[in-house]
DNA sequence: TAATATATGTTGACAGCCGACATATGTCGT
DNA sequence: ACGACATATGTCGGCTGTCAACATATATTA
């Protein structure tokens, strides 16, 4: 069953906001509430459990930080398999909205 | 919470099928199966799970066949606030496109 | 000093989705 | 007449994602 797993928007976003380059788990929230403009916002139980699963699936690896002070955050980066994810999935929507035309 | 939710793929193809005209479960995983190439299929459970789920909310109705011979059909059809629902459901996947620009 | 923002995490409950299974009739070739 | 396949609808159980609620700790600002 290799079909290609349709994401869901909060794992879409989180994938998007990587895209624009390494981020912790607050910052992703906050830059996805802004991107969507204000139409989506992920909780921390999302959040988390996402990031978890992402690993797993080598879709994001964790990076250390460079500025000092903020030991606490958690960055993450995307992978190249992870950009793969988010272009498939990308693609996906787009042939979604080709199925459309005319409605 | 009136916060819009995203529909799932199955979903999203049901209601477009159903907008190109009244259909029934069988022939609305056939249509998604041919509209999507191949891609996107329904399982049996997927397909009477939702029409359930799209009647309580009104988004679809059952209607009587008038072709003979075909009594064992169970026809739907769009309703208005199920178009909206798709509708709604293009412009947020429009949306998560734009936000996707430079990725 | 108190409130708020930053930051990460766990837990429990719920809902949706899907694959597998079940059932029955219709059709077509041999 | 028979078997295979297509048509057509439906149930069931399990898995996963989501979210609210709770928990913890530090940093900033009024």
């Known amino acids: ?6 994401l869901s928007e909060s794992y ?10 390494a ?17 989506v916002k992920i909780g921390s139980g999302t959040m988390y459990g996402a990031t978890g699963n992402m690993m797993k ?3 994001i690896r964790e990076i250390m930080s460079d500025e000092p002070g903020l030991e606490r955050r958690r960055l993450y980066q995307l992978t190249d ?3 793969k994810a988010l272009r498939a999935e990308i693609n ?5 909205l080709e199925n459309a035309e005319g409605v």
């Not at 992703?28 to 403009?37: P, R, V």
């Not at 996906?92 to 979604?96: A, G, P």
């Open 1 to 6: 069953m290799k079909r290609i797993e349709p």
């Open 12 to 21: 879409y976003y989180i994938l998007l906001c990587l895209a624009k380059g």
């Open 23 to 39: 981020n912790h788990g607050y910052g992703i929230m906050q830059m996805t509430e802004k991107l969507s403009g204000g139409d």
């Open 57 to 59: 699936k080598g879709w």
């Open 81 to 83: 398999s992870g950009r």
């Open 92 to 96: 996906r929507l787009q042939r979604m």
